[in-house]
């Protein structure tokens, strides 16, 4: 089917930078939306950001808007994630999400593939 992989996380201070990215890959025929959640120990999976196909609409959850940044580039299957600005309580494992189409014998059938995650954590 379709894998994605993600890379870029890491140890970082409070006020500090990261950014994720996340390709995809397999016989893939298209990619709709994009996007990052996280999941922090003890704590459900939540929504950080998501991005459209053509990359003209994103969405942000209230706590990471202004210090994060999804964009997409549909050439390499890739999404990625600027993370400004960190805090601690951003410390989380971080997962790539993809939704799309990807081609089979019989014609094209829809997905929904998730990254191994990467972990994210800030110190104060």
């Known amino acids: 089917q379709v894998q994605l992989v993600e890379s870029g996380g890491g140890l970082v201070q409070a006020g500090g930078s990261l950014r994720l990215s996340c390709v995809a890959s397999?016989?893939?025929?298209?990619?709709?939306?994009m996007g990052w959640y996280r999941q922090a120990p003890g704590k459900q999976r939540d929504l950080v950001a998501t991005?459209?196909?053509?990359?003209?609409?994103?969405t942000y959850a209230d706590s990471v808007k202004g210090r994060f940044i999804i964009s997409r580039d549909n050439a390499k299957n890739a999404v990625y994630l600027q993370m400004n600005s960190l805090k601690p309580e951003d410390t989380a494992v971080y997962y790539c999400?993809?939704?799309?189409?990807?081609?089979?014998?019989?014609?094209?059938?829809?997905?929904?593939?998730w990254g191994q995650g990467t972990q994210v954590a800030v110190s104060s």
């Open positions: 999400k993809a939704e799309g189409y990807y081609g089979t014998t019989y014609g094209s059938q829809s997905f929904v593939s």
């Open positions: 991005i459209t196909n053509g990359g003209g609409t994103t």
């Open positions: 397999g016989s893939i025929r298209s990619i709709n939306a």
